[in-house]
Structure formats: structure tokens, C-alpha cells
């Protein structure tokens, strides 16, 4: 499951997703089992029913409860908006979320630059090409493989597995972290056509979670 967090300039307004810290946290994190389990279970009386909730996940929010966040000219409540606003997303309940990005706000510059060289059309025909080899593997898609299957199409190049292993330590990873990002590297390199798990990759799914890039000086993102 994907999600983006700390998103800028929604551009959709109206979309439902916009207003997720706006739930409250009892709501919020009772995310947190379907996220994990892949199912929910709703108690009632003497009654307990289970559905399929095998989900992607993908939510938006803005900076603070006042749009734009601090620095951008809409609020005028300092950086403590955002601290606080932010925090009505629990450390667990992100733990579950696998990409969480800052998407900043588009600019007049922005539109004028030209269209970007990988179309819709072509991003999707590269999608559909790693899932195929995903499912080649015999071993399902990655977001849904066992620690067994993990281990056997996920495993990293040694200075891969050497980076892992430090940001593991250095940011405390959760084993729940751990193996996610495994599957998002897994991800990153099914996305470039890479059989091979490498460095470059972990780097690039350890960016990716936006309260662990520039942890380490530079960032995961910049060590190739
Ligand atoms: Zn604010």
C-alpha cells in the first residue's frame, strides 16, 4: 500500500482524502488493522463479521489546519500550527503508510516548463511491466509477499544490505519498516528493470519516507 502524506497545493479540493487529519484520531487509526491484516473485523453485540479489505491507501493533507502551511503566506499561526496538526496522524498508523512525500505547491514557473519526457501512457506501459515480472517470480506482487518470499527476491547486494542495515539502526526501524522498504526497493528496481537489488535502490525507498530522508547527511535520496 502507497500513500502520499504532507501533500501541498491538493489539486483536487473536493476530494474526500483531502480532509484526513480532520477525522479524528479514534477513526484515524483504527486504519491501522486493515492496513496490517489485509482485512476488518466489525464487532457488534455478540456478533463479530470479517470483510476483505485488501486496500491501497492514498491520502493527502495539507501542511496545517490552515492550507498552505508556515512560510507560505496562509498562516499566521507559526510552526506550531503544523506541529500540532501533524500530529493527529500517529507515529503508528504512519509506520503503515509506505511512501510519504512533501509535494510543494505547483508555480507559474512550473507550468511553462515543458511536459516531462516519460508520458502518463509510457509510466503506465512501466508499471505493467513490473508487475508482470513480479508475477513471473511465482511468489504474488510485492506488496503482498511473505518474509520467505521476501527474502529470496528481495535480498539486497552487499552495500545495499549495508545501508539497510545502518539506517535500521540509525532511525530505529520498526521490523514492520524494515521489511517495507525492502518491498518498495523491490518496487524501485521491478520499476527500472533491475533483477539485481542494489544500493541505489534501498537509497531511493529510504527517501521516500519523509520523516527518515536527510536523516543521515544529504539524505538517502543523494547516496548512490
Ligand atoms: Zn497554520
New binding site residues.
Partial sequence: MFAAVGVRGHPHPRCACYISPEFTQQALDALRQPLESGSVLIARANHHVTYPARILLAAAMNP???GG??GAGF?R?GPR??TEYQARLSGPLLDRIDIQLDVPPVTAADLALPPPVEGTAEAAARVMRARAAQSARGAGLNAVLSLDALERVAKPDAPGAALLSKAAETLSLSARAYHRTLKVARSIADLDGAEALRRIHIAEALSLKRQWAGAEQGGFAKVS
Fill in positions: 496545517c489546519r490552515c502551511g508556515p498562516c499561526r500550527c503544523a
